[in-house]
């Protein structure tokens, strides 16, 4: 059984920053890709970044390229997200998951099957 806790979500500026934290509390963490989703009131949950187990091999939405990086650190069994250039449709509930079974070393999904294990959710909202 893996827990997923989230932290750092906050009420931001339009431009301004913020760091998401992911820390699993079991399991070979390092043997997990793990990626960030996010839902937005009245949609569906949307894929934001995952990364790979090994290599550390990163993916990104369209929408968030070049403004959003995801790392880990696998010696806090944690994943971070960080958000650069904030707009006000970034808002929404962010979400850490692992993938934990059928895993394919080196590779990472953006799509929420692919994903057995969440967090409860981090709210970020961009408003001025």
């Known amino acids: 059984q893996v827990q997923l806790v989230e932290s750092g979500g906050s009420l931001v500026q339009p431009g301004e920053s913020l760091r998401l934290s992911c820390t699993a509390s079991?399991?070979?963490?390092?043997?997990?890709?793990m990626a960030w989703f996010r839902q937005a009131p009245g949609k569906k949950r949307e894929a934001v970044s995952c990364?790979?187990?090994?290599?550390?091999?990163?993916s990104y939405k369209n929408n968030v390229k070049g403004r959003f990086t995801i790392s880990r650190d696998n010696a806090k069994n944690t994943v971070y997200l960080q958000m650069d250039d904030l707009k006000p449709e970034d808002t929404g509930v962010y979400y850490c998951?692992?993938?934990?079974?059928?895993?394919?070393?080196?590779?990472?999904?953006?799509?929420?099957?692919?994903?057995?294990?969440w967090g409860q959710g981090t709210q970020v909202t961009v408003s001025s």
């Open positions: 990364i790979t187990d090994i290599n550390e091999k990163t």
């Open positions: 998951a692992a993938e934990t079974i059928n895993v394919i070393q080196g590779q990472c999904d953006l799509v929420p099957a692919a994903y057995d294990y």
């Open positions: 079991a399991g070979a963490f390092d043997q997990y890709p």
